[in-house]
């Protein structure tokens, strides 16, 4: 009796279907939710970039400079439309005479010829008139002035949609940047500059 309850058992199909969908929909849906916060993911950084885009035109004309505030809050709002009011968000300006410039480091003396700037004994010229060396010659916090190049970088830090991200190991927040470079229009003559060399014992002169 037992070993053909255990046959008919066997050839039984009813259920299987059940069974199976039970094995393949987290899988499926674990899919379905990666591909959705990867393309949404997209979405907001197309979103940003476009936004950040109009910015730095809108930055780049005269008096541009004096409206960062109201510039980038116009960008958070776009950008708030499609991420959510949780996003965070952070800006840097930067500017630079020309394109050649832009995030390049301050000319200096190899002296020695090791191919990088050692402060306690070598010149270098300070492009951005702070004072000391910088990696990048650009001045930051500053729109530049009329035919200057302006780079324009902000950055967003936004909570993912699913909790997809703790069962694989990623961040429970993703963080997106866009940035645009522009060259600020000629409302009138660009300013001229004249770097001072420093030298470690003499100061900048």
Known sequence: MTHRFFATLRQDGRGATLVEFALVAPVMLLMLMGFMEVTYQAYVQSVLTGAIRKAGRD????G??????????????????????????SSVHQSY????K??????YTDSNGNGK????????TDTNGNGVWD???????????ASDV??????????????????IGWSSTATLAGTTIMKNQPYAT?????PKQCCPGTGCQ
């Not at 990696?135 to 002035?145: F, K, L, P, R, Y």
């Open 64 to 89: 541009g400079q004096l409206n960062w505030s109201t510039i980038d809050q116009a960008v958070m709002n776009q950008v708030h439309t499609v991420s959510g009011n949780a996003a965070i968000f």
């Open 150 to 167: 302006a780079v324009y970088t902000l950055t967003i830090q936004y909570p993912r949609l699913f909790p997809l991200s703790r069962w």
């Open 135 to 145: 990696a990048d010659q650009g001045v930051t916090g500053s729109q530049g002035n």
């Open 102 to 107: 832009v995030k390049v480091p301050e000319p």
């Open 59 to 62: 930055a780049g004309i005269q």
């Open 190 to 194: 660009q300013a001229a500059t004249s």
């Open 117 to 124: 700037y050692d402060i306690a004994s070598e010149c270098f």
């Open 97 to 100: 005479s020309s394109f050649s």
